[in-house]
Every structure is written in C-alpha cells, then in structure tokens.
C-alpha cells in the first residue's frame, strides 16, 4: 500500500516550456506593432501633413457664398500666400503625437482582432487568414484606434483652422491653448466631441485600408508565383531573406507558401490602394466629423449633433458637399500610406526585438 500511495501521489514532470515561450513571443511581437507603427506614422505624417491642412480648411468653410476657397489649389496658393509654406504645418506636433499613436494603435489592435478570431476557434492558428477575416481585424482596429483619435483630431481641426471674429484675423492658438480651451467650457467629454464619426470613418476605412493591402498584396503575389519561383527570384528591390519570412510576404489566404517575396513596387502598390480605400469610402463622415471639431469651444451656441450636421451640408451642397476635399485626400493618401507600410513591414520583417 505504501509504494501504491507514494506512486499515486508522486510529483508529475514539469510543463514544457512552450507556453512561457509563445507568451514572450507575442508580447515582444505587441511591442513591436506599437514602436515600429509609431515610426512609420511620423514618417508619414510629414508627407501628408500639408494636404491635411488644406483638406481640414476646404471641409470647414461656413455655409455662406461665394465659399472663401474655389478649390484644393486655390486653398494651397492662399494658405502660402498668408502664412508661408510651414503655415501649411502649422500644429503639426499633436497630429505627430497622434500620427504615432494611430499607426501603432491601428497595427496593435489588428493583432489583437486575429488572436480574438484565433481563441474563438473560428479560424486555425496552423492557417493562414481568409481575406474576410482581415477585413474584419481591420475593423476592430479602427473601432478601438477612433477612441484615441478623436481627442487627436479635434486639438489638431482647432488649429488648423482657428475660430476668429468677422474682420479680424486668426491666429492659430498653440496645443496647450487649445486642450486647456476645451476642457475649460466643455469638460473631458468635450474631448470627444466628434467621435460618431471617427467611430465610422475608422471603423470601414481600416476595414478597407487593411483588407486592400492584403488583397492587393495577393494578388501580386499570385501573378508573381506564375512567372518567378522564390528559388529563383533575384532582384535588388525584392527581399533575399529566407530564414524568417517578413509579415508581407506571409501567405493571408489559401495560397501556396513557396510565393515569392513581394518586391519594394509591389509593396508600395499594395499600401497606396489601401490609402486611397480607406480615405474615398468613409470621406463624408470626416467632413462632418471636421465641421464640428472646427466650432470655437466657447460657443455658446447649442452643439449640433452629427446627423443634424451631415443633414445641413446635404441641403446645402448634397454630395459634393460632403466630398468636399476628398481629391486632394485620396492624392496625399497615395505616397502616405505606401510609406507607411513599406517602413513597418521593413522593420518588422529585418529588425526583430526578441
């Protein structure tokens, strides 16, 4: 009986480790979503600032003809005109803040929409994602990426196109100014003010901005898998390594694992569809999102909710009111995006953290 006991109530064997390991595996991979998104969004910022700025101006003209600016270019030539080229960068560092927080947020929570996708066994971890499924990860991005954006945004909208009296002239307040201005007649929720439409732009354009990426991105790995093998593939604009596959050249759908890398083209292709996606689909719930951003905080007049605003520019203008300064966006879109992704997926494919 004593031996059965003691065989009975003998300690097991340790777990294997494999556990703290992939646990370290995708803490490492998080921190690197969130430093090399943060770099590749100020990367891109500095390209798309200046179009920001003119796009923010055209979507919040008042409501009165003839409107101050005719156009994109009009707006540019009398932005230089009376504040010089850097005016068009004018308050640009809470747009950098949040241009870092953004595409980190944005590349974090897409990770964090798969693992969710993964641990309620709707997918295998052993294959790789349907585009379906990453037009979905896109969208849970978005929606947690639009909470940390809106107060962005509206420090940013105040800026860029500050609240004067008839006749006088505006002067653009610093970001301390502005974000004590708010809190100071509206609160923390003033914070917030807006956030119906981020919630929607985000929601559908990292939807699209994702899921044309990798669309795009299959698509050329498809036409590249029929004319050049991975063993034969050479290119100085293609990448060499084969140890460790980078995340843009990882298969996102049922295709053959041998692809070849995408070349640097392809790559920057590949993100400026997702650019131009994400910025043409969901435009008018940014100008209305930018319309009321853009009122003085002190207003005493009542805050007009998104719907009313998106009514008053369609009675207005119709369409083209609520496309107002879509051209000029989806162009900036274009090297914007493009960068962005080339920088992230070069960081995360050669400069590994763990």
């Not at 480790?17 to 595996?25: D, H, I, Q, R, Y």
């Not at 409107?67 to 004018?90: A, K």
């Not at 993964?118 to 990860?137: C, D, E, I, K, V």
Request: proline share 8%; glycine share 8%.
């Amino acid at each position: 009986m004593a031996t059965a006991t003691t065989a009975d109530f003998a300690p097991k064997s340790p777990p294997a480790p494999s556990l703290k390991v992939k646990s370290k595996e995708a803490l490492m991979d998080a921190i690197e979503d969130v430093i090399y998104g943060s770099i590749a969004g100020v990367a891109g910022k500095y390209i798309e600032y200046p179009f920001d700025t003119v796009k923010v101006r055209l979507q919040s003209q008042p409501d009165v003809l003839p409107l101050r600016y005719t156009g994109p270019l009009d707006c540019f030539r009398q932005s230089i005109r009376s504040d010089g080229f850097l005016g068009l960068y004018r308050g640009i560092s809470a747009p950098l803040v949040g241009a870092a927080l953004e595409t980190s947020s944005l590349f974090f929570w897409e990770r964090v929409g798969r693992e969710l996708l993964f641990t309620a066994n709707l997918y295998s971890r052993q294959q790789p994602l349907p585009l379906s499924a990453l037009w979905l990860t896109g969208a849970i991005s978005g929606a947690f990426t639009s909470l940390v954006l809106t107060p962005v945004e509206l420090v940013k909208c105040k800026i860029q196109v500050p609240a004067s009296a008839p006749g006088t002239v505006a002067v653009a307040p610093r970001p301390l100014a502005v974000i004590r201005d708010v809190f100071r007649h509206q609160g923390l929720r003033g914070f917030w003010h807006g956030q119906l439409g981020t919630l929607i732009r985000e929601t559908g354009g990292c939807a699209a901005w994702f899921g044309s990426k990798e669309t795009v991105s299959q698509l050329f790995r498809h036409w590249n898998s029929r004319s050049t093998p991975l063993s034969l593939q050479s290119s100085p604009f293609t990448s060499t390594s084969t140890s460790i596959p980078s995340p843009q050249n990882l298969p996102t759908t049922q295709s053959s694992p041998d692809l070849a890398p995408l070349p640097l083209y392809q790559q920057a292709l590949a993100g400026a569809s997702a650019g131009m996606s994400y910025n043409f689909l969901f435009f008018p719930a940014d100008t209305i999102k930018s319309r009321m951003q853009t009122v003085a905080a002190n207003s005493t007049a009542p805050q007009v909710r998104f719907w009313d605003e998106g009514r008053a520019i369609w009675r207005a203008y119709g369409v083209r009111g609520l496309y107002r300064g879509c051209g000029i966006t989806v162009v900036r879109s274009v090297p914007s995006s493009a960068l962005i992704f080339v920088v992230f997926d070069a960081l995360k494919g050669g400069l590994h953290l763990s």
